[in-house]
């Protein structure tokens, strides 16, 4: 059956140019609206597939407004424009479309960015049921697990987070009780890792009280409908919302969303999702709760006992916690150290995407990780018992990579004097780490789209194509849509690789890392040079954490190994990083987090705390944190205290 599209243009000729290509091409094409009003009539009758997409349009609509409407209705859009502005593409962008062409374009270009387009959506249609699927499936299972309620309703939210992230979370379990009897709440602290928060503890962190709670609780009105709240949005609901504005405050959250889940009893149960992101939330968070709230009901029916509202009440669960750490050691991940949210919201999408077998594009500047993240995709998938083979495109000459990725037949060319196996068939059943694919050829773009759509590979001075079963994970540190843009990097390869793309932030931007991979290189690059230095002292992390770090983990990570060479002591105490030229002039290094930042002494509290983790809490002797951290245990007792470090948290 042919497809049918949709164009939305108010420049006639190019709409009528448009259908004849698309009619020749076999299209259907099922209409021409040049409005916003008049393309939502013909979208209610004809139901298009796909919908080809001006952004200035008759009327006071635009084409991005159009775009939010398709989104929710799932129907795919490529946008269609003269020119895009930086302003106006990000605000695009932001609408997820399958494909952008500029004006004017050639038939074969809006022929392949469709057929693109049609993939992906086709793709992204199958993704979303598989994860819908996953976890309705995973609802299941908690609920019959034979633990206590506290920890499967903890087990649910992880089982969200993935795909609705929150820094925190409450459940709030029956309207009209109130808030202080009945809410619980999960405070995010490391990939698996929560705090479970109960009445006792959120009066005490806040500093309030629980009749200050209940009134806060019962001043504000009551919520029906699902919604989100991004930046300054969400800080124009706090009047209303003064508990929203608590915890936003004093856990510095930036975003929510709120899930009213209607119970048969006609209570309601409300989850409200909490990130230090300052735009977390979207539509699509929306339409997943939406698809899951019959089976997100059912397993918070089955498992929260309703009609109890003191025992509700909760204190920190050890035994839950103490739990989680054993299982956070077990996810897969025990070689990206890590704690940032930023880093955390990567582990979530890598899980996702893992076992799906889609082709992943890693983006992110050099250093920063993306191998190893690279690694653990392959890890965490079915294909972790098949090889994982890298290659890295920059580090070969153009004439060998052909021959090096798909390998040759004896005497294919003079030289070629023995036949030679190819990486895409030495990973046959497995995964191909294709490492800056930006550096990749024109030539051997074109081979390996087709590797990407038929999976098969030919080999120089070969027979035919060879059939193979390889999962291809791309990074790059270069920004591929100015490849594209430039005329470097093909749009159909872009489109294909950019199914599941994951960035990887600048370490500048994740200060929250520093002190755990510091502190993880410290105990490696020690035990390698069999020295005994056991610390680094806090001026020196201090000055770690204000460093912008252009060179990212590599380079922290070279810093430390250098820095235990020129030790004496047992403590890194001096810091031999190049000066910090230009930083405040050079918008590369400017300050690009959107989070709050963190004060020093917060950054302090953050890196004692994990010292002591690491010393079991121990402060004094030998093994003691005032050792590894170069300062007499009654300093470091008194700066506990000073930090409000009550022991070990
Ligand atoms: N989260 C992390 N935990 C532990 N080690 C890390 C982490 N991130 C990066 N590293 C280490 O930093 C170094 C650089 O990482 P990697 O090679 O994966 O970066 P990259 O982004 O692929 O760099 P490039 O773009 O230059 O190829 C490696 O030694 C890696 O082991």
């Excluded at 405040?584 to 709050?596: C, F, L, M, Q």
Aim: with cysteine; glycine share 6%; charged share 25%.
């Amino acid at each position: 059956m042919n497809k049918k599209i949709l164009i939305v243009e108010d420049e006639s000729l190019v709409a009528y140019d448009l259908k004849l290509i698309l009619t020749r091409a076999g299209y259907k094409v099922c209409g021409i609206a040049d409005s916003v009003t008049e393309a939502l009539e013909i979208i209610e009758e004809q139901k298009p597939e796909m919908v080809l997409l001006d952004i200035f349009l008759k009327g006071n609509q635009t084409g991005i407004d159009l775009a939010k409407i398709l989104t929710s209705k799932n129907i795919a859009f490529v946008y269609l424009s003269a020119n895009f502005q930086e302003s106006i593409l990000e605000r695009a962008k932001a609408t997820q479309p399958y494909g952008f062409l500029v004006k004017p374009f050639r038939e074969k270009e809006l022929l392949i960015t469709l057929d693109v387009a049609f993939y992906r959506h086709q793709n992204s249609i199958e993704s979303k049921l598989r994860q819908e699927q996953a976890l309705e499936l995973v609802f299941k299972n908690i609920v019959a697990e034979p633990i206590p309620w506290k920890q499967k309703l903890l087990k649910i939210a992880m089982s969200i987070q993935p795909h609705v992230p929150f820094d925190y979370l409450t459940t709030t379990m029956k309207n009209g009780v109130g808030f202080p009897g009945n809410a619980i709440s999960f405070f995010r602290t490391g990939f698996d890792e929560y705090q479970v928060i109960g009445t006792d503890e959120f009066v005490n962190i806040t500093k309030t009280n629980r009749d200050q709670l209940k009134q806060m609780q019962d001043g504000s009105p009551r919520t029906t409908k699902a919604d989100f709240y991004n930046a300054a949005g969400f800080a124009k609901i706090w009047p209303e919302f003064p508990v929203k504005k608590l915890i936003a405050q004093v856990f510095n959250m930036q975003s929510f969303l709120g899930l009213p889940l209607l119970s048969s009893s006609g209570d309601v149960i409300q989850f409200s999702f909490y990130s230090r992101k300052t735009d977390c939330y979207t539509n699509d968070h929306l339409i997943l709760l939406d698809r899951l709230h019959r089976s997100l009901l059912m397993a918070i029916e089955e498992i929260i006992p309703l009609d109890a509202p003191e025992p509700l009440v909760t204190r920190s669960d050890k035994s839950t916690q103490g739990e989680l750490r054993e299982k956070n050691k077990a996810t897969g991940f025990k070689d990206i150290i890590c704690k940032s949210h930023q880093m955390l919201t990567v582990l979530d999408h890598i899980g996702i995407v893992a076992p799906l077998d889609t082709s992943v594009l890693v983006l992110g500047e050099s250093g920063t990780g993306k191998e190893r993240i690279a690694k653990s995709i392959h890890y965490l998938s079915f294909r972790k018992n098949k090889p994982l083979v890298v290659v890295n495109c920059a580090s070969m000459p153009a004439t060998l990579i052909e021959s090096e990725l798909f390998g040759h037949e004896k005497g294919a060319f003079t030289g070629a004097v023995e036949k030679r196996t190819g990486k895409f068939e030495l990973a046959d059943g497995g995964t191909i780490f294709l490492d800056e694919i930006g550096e990749m050829p024109a030539e051997l773009q074109v081979k390996l789209l087709r590797v990407l759509q038929e999976q098969e590979i030919e080999r120089i001075g070969g027979k035919g194509p060879i059939k193979i079963n390889v999962r291809i994970v791309a990074a790059t540190n270069r920004n591929l849509e100015k490849e594209v843009e430039e005329g470097r990097f093909r749009l159909d390869l872009y489109y294909r690789l950019f199914v599941f793309p994951i960035t990887i932030p600048p370490l500048r931007e994740r200060k929250d890392d520093i002190p755990v991979l510091a502190n993880y290189f410290l105990e490696r690059y020690a035990q390698k040079s069999g020295k005994a230095i056991t610390g680094i002292s806090p001026n020196v992390m201090n000055q770690l954490l204000d460093y912008h770090w252009p060179g990212n983990v590599r380079e922290l990570e070279h810093f430390i190994e250098r820095s235990i060479l020129l030790t004496d002591g047992p403590v890194i105490k001096d810091a031999y990083l190049p000066k910090l030229q230009g930083k405040k002039e050079n918008p590369v290094y400017a300050e690009t987090a959107t989070d709050r930042l963190k004060t020093i002494d917060e950054h302090a509290r953050d890196h004692i705390l994990d010292v002591l983790k690491r010393c079991n809490g121990k402060i004094s002797g030998k093994d003691g944190a005032a050792s590894k951290l170069g300062l007499p245990p009654s300093t470091l007792h008194s700066k506990m205290q000073k930090l409000g470090i009550k022991k070990w948290e």
